[in-house]
């Protein structure tokens, strides 16, 4: 019989691996690479029967989930992150595909995000599809930040009530901390794309992209949390292109002169 590995990076998510692990008690095992967290991220996963391997991400997302799918003892692969769960009906279907081993297939689920308690079902951030359940020969990842996965199998769109939780902010301090981090991001990769930002980009690619996620994609339908999300989305995109602005121009300062 197929066996199958879940698979978890984490770096101290103390408050998060429990519940991210006891989610995933369909797989076979459970491996936690852990990027030398200094809380107990890696105590509590290994009292809750995980296989826990230390290893540094080393500002690679990628080449850290091929190093977790390389310690992976099992057929398939099923990767979590600790701030999201697999829904029962998630953990039915997973076990289901592996028991039937076609290794034909590679599997998205949806996830469904909350902040503060409620569900995003709106303004694009539902079903947020994402590949997570495949098998484990051939596979690898690719990518700094937004990884790819690289497959030789057909890719197959499980049922949306198939989802997983996601929990993507912990506090609004966590969310405007991604938001500077991912902006910056997104602004280096225009920058090596060959891109340029004026005043007209500052001013239009925000206010469109702001229109599309509350009135076009509805999140005006998630109340207020879709209303601050989409006006956040605003400075979201402002922020990219704004420093892409930047980064093209000279920072000297006074005393770099004298």
Not at 7 to 26: R, T
Not at 91 to 106: C, F, H, L, P, S
Request: charged fraction near 25%.
């Amino acid at each position: 019989m197929a066996t199958l590995s879940a698979l978890i990076l984490a770096k101290n998510e103390e408050k998060n691996i429990a519940d991210c692990i006891k989610s995933v008690a369909f797989a076979d095992e459970v491996v936690v690479v852990d990027d030398f967290s200094t809380d107990e991220t890696a105590a509590i996963a290994a009292r809750l029967g995980a296989r826990v391997v230390r290893h540094a991400l080393a500002g690679n997302w990628g080449a850290q989930q091929t190093f977790a799918i390389e310690q992976a003892h099992g057929d398939w692969i099923f990767f979590i992150d600790a701030d999201e769960r697999a829904t029962k009906q998630l953990a039915a279907k997973a076990r289901e595909i592996v028991d039937i081993d076609d290794r034909r297939y590679a599997y998205l689920n949806a996830r469904l995000n909350y902040f503060w308690e409620q569900p995003l079902r709106h303004g694009g951030w539902f079903p947020d599809y994402v590949i997570r359940l495949l098998p484990k020969k051939g596979t690898y990842v690719t990518g700094f930040v937004h990884p790819a996965f690289h497959h030789d199998y057909e890719e197959v769109h499980l049922p949306k009530d198939a989802c997983m939780i996601h929990y993507p902010y912990r506090d609004w301090n966590h969310y405007f901390s991604k938001l500077n981090f991912y902006t910056t991001l997104a602004a280096e990769k225009m920058q090596q794309q060959g891109k340029s930002a004026c005043l007209a980009d500052f001013l239009l690619h925000p206010a469109w992209a702001s229109f599309r996620m509350y009135i076009l994609r509805g999140g005006w339908r998630d109340g207020r949390i879709g209303f601050v999300l989409a006006a956040f989305h605003y400075f979201y995109t402002m922020a990219k292109y704004v420093k892409l602005y930047y980064l093209n121009k000279t920072n000297r300062h006074v005393g770099d002169e004298t």
